[in-house]
């Protein structure tokens, strides 16, 4: 994709967000920000239990072109996904996902949604470690 096509895309990810707004029935909501420019991403994550994978995903936000068409972009490409592949997503695979060359000046606002989805899958894990615990009292 050419830089042009990659901006174009960026903006309609802004402009019209993919699995944007809350989640009635969400397994774990994770808050997450950038204090320094304001970027806010909230991950709303549910998951199919029995193949440790994403059942559904979506977030709400405010904040920059770049954090907003991210959390987009990410949520529509990890609809479906392994949890386990969630996590070792690194930041320039996010950063290649959303497109790199336009969003390399400002990884923080780009990766802003990975990082906070990957919370939100450490936050299943440790419920569902928990969960036979809390079961027993």
């Known amino acids: 994709m050419d830089r042009q ?7 309609d990810h802004y402009e ?11 397994d774990v909501v ?8 304001g970027d806010q991403v909230t991950i709303y994550l549910k998951v199919d239990p029995e193949h440790e994978q994403v ?6 936000g405010q904040g920059c ?11 529509e490409a990890l609809q479906g996904a392994p949890l386990a592949a969630i996590e070792t997503l690194d930041d320039a695979a996010a ?13 923080r606002c780009a990766t802003l949604a990975l990082h906070t989805l990957q919370a939100a ?11 036979p615990y809390q079961e027993t009292r």
Do not use: K, N, T
């Open 5 to 11: 096509a990659i901006i174009e895309r960026l903006l």
């Open 16 to 26: 019209h967000p993919r699995y944007h707004g809350p989640l009635a029935d969400a």
């Open 30 to 37: 994770v808050p997450g920000g950038i204090p320094d420019c």
């Open 55 to 60: 059942a559904a995903l979506r977030f709400e």
């Open 65 to 75: 072109s770049v954090s907003q068409a991210a959390a987009s972009i990410l949520a």
């Open 95 to 107: 950063l290649d996902l959303v497109g790199y060359e336009v969003v390399r000046a400002r990884p």
């Open 121 to 131: 899958v450490q936050a299943y894990r440790r419920r569902q470690r928990q969960a």
